[in-house]
């Protein structure tokens, strides 16, 4: 069984919702990545979505721009992110992982081996931005050869007919974009995000993770009682970047705790 279906599971018959944090792999550096990936876990995080940087991250807004934009930097690219989660795996070999990124570093490389290579090194899920369902059946096929989760984003503009598609592909969780705009926006509606729900939930048997604009304990615990998970990505890159080089793995695994403790209050 895949560890991602395992962990909701688990965390479903604890009457708790996930919390799924984000870091871009090699940011702020290629050897500070796997500490960052454990003090996650240490703070109580419960899958991590390990973003593969790309130099036009269209989704993505200043802050997890910023991140990649340093993480190429110092060298960072798909291979390399699929080592970094080989690293983690040496000492954790329970906590999901799904990648996050766009299309073309996966078509340069090719679906096959990226989904070999996924499998190999413990990669859970993938989840590619710009690759809509109607284009992922050749991706899809090799994705679920090696049982890894394809993994879609649902926005506040997505159709019935696109909800109903996703719905047939998808596996370990669909991703729901809380609001029109990039990451780390500052919109967020909870009433909009509690009115589209029930939509999705007449197609998806699936767990509903929720993410985009949530900035803060409040917010996380708002959108847990919403959801099946809180995804946090901007918050989190942006405590790596302010944080001082010694004191960044002490602070993310504060943050963590904070988020963990008020989905819980959920």
Not at 110 to 117: L, M
Not at 123 to 137: C, I, M, Q, Y
Request: hydrophobic content about 40%.
């Amino acid at each position: 069984m895949n560890r991602i279906q395992t962990t909701f599971d688990r965390l479903q018959q604890a009457k708790r919702k996930a919390l799924i944090p984000f870091i871009t792999a090699g940011d702020p550096s290629q050897q500070m990545t796997v500490p960052l990936m454990h003090a996650l876990v240490e703070g109580g995080a419960d899958i991590l979505e390990l973003g593969v940087p790309f130099s036009d991250p269209m989704a993505d807004g200043p802050t997890i721009q910023r991140a990649s934009e340093r993480a190429l930097k110092n060298g960072m690219s798909l291979r390399g992110t699929l080592e970094i989660v080989a690293e983690f795996r040496k000492t954790n070999p329970q906590t999901p992982v799904v990648l996050m990124g766009y299309g073309n570093p996966i078509e340069a490389m090719g679906w096959e081996t990226f989904a070999r290579r996924c499998a190999e090194v413990g990669v859970d899920g993938a989840l590619t931005v710009d690759f809509p369902p109607e284009e992922s059946h050749e991706a899809f096929e090799h994705l679920q050869r090696h049982d890894i989760a394809p993994i879609f984003l649902l926005a506040p503009t997505t159709t019935e007919v696109r909800i109903a598609q996703v719905a047939k592909l998808a596996r370990g969780y669909v991703y729901y974009v809380s609001l029109k705009g990039v990451t780390g926006a500052g919109n967020l509606d909870l009433s909009a995000v509690e009115q589209k729900l029930p939509q999705l939930r007449k197609h998806i048997r699936l767990p509903i993770g929720v993410g985009f604009g949530i900035r803060d304990a409040e917010t996380a615990q708002a959108i847990a009682a919403l959801c099946d998970g809180v995804v946090i990505g901007s918050r989190i890159v942006q405590e790596i970047e302010s944080s001082e080089a010694g004191q960044v793995l002490d602070n993310i695994r504060k943050l963590t705790k904070e988020m963990r403790a008020a989905i819980d209050r959920a």
